[in-house]
Nanobody, 119 residues
Framework: QVQLVESGGGLVQPGGSLRLSCAASGSIASIYNMAWYRQTPGNERDLVATIDRSRNTNYRDSVKGRFTISRDNDKNTVYLQMNSLKPEDTAVYYC?????????????WGQGTQVTVAS
């Protein structure tokens, strides 16, 4: 059994910053790709950024230059540093990871953390 727990969401003014964290726990052999998604009411969950075990990264165009994804393999944790936040960044943010556990490769989701960008 593996679990992803996010933290760091909240309310921030436009132009502000937030740092999200997502820690994996449980019987973990290795974690491969890690990612952040976001979702607004009535819409699909959209990919925001990905990072592989070698720390190669990819971003959706709308967050390039503002968001930075990183990971600490020793702590089984992925981060999302969000700068120059805009109201359109408001969403529930979810982390996702491909985790080797108990001889199986599992895709796990966190419970989500709300990010609200408003004056």
């Amino acid at each position: 059994q593996v679990q992803l727990v996010e933290s760091g969401g909240g309310l921030v003014q436009p132009g502000g910053s937030l740092r999200l964290s997502c820690a994996a726990s449980g019987s973990i052999a290795s974690i491969y790709n890690m990612a952040w998604y976001r979702q607004t009411p009535g819409n699909e969950r959209d990919l925001v950024a990905t990072i592989d075990r070698s720390r190669n990264t990819n971003y959706r165009d709308s967050v390039k230059g503002r968001f930075t994804i990183s990971r600490d393999n020793d702590k089984n944790t992925v981060y999302l540093q969000m700068n120059s936040l805009k109201p359109e960044d408001t969403a529930v943010y979810y982390c996702n990871a491909d985790i080797s556990s108990g001889g199986y490769l599992r895709n796990a989701w966190g419970q989500g953390t709300q990010v609200t960008v408003a004056s």
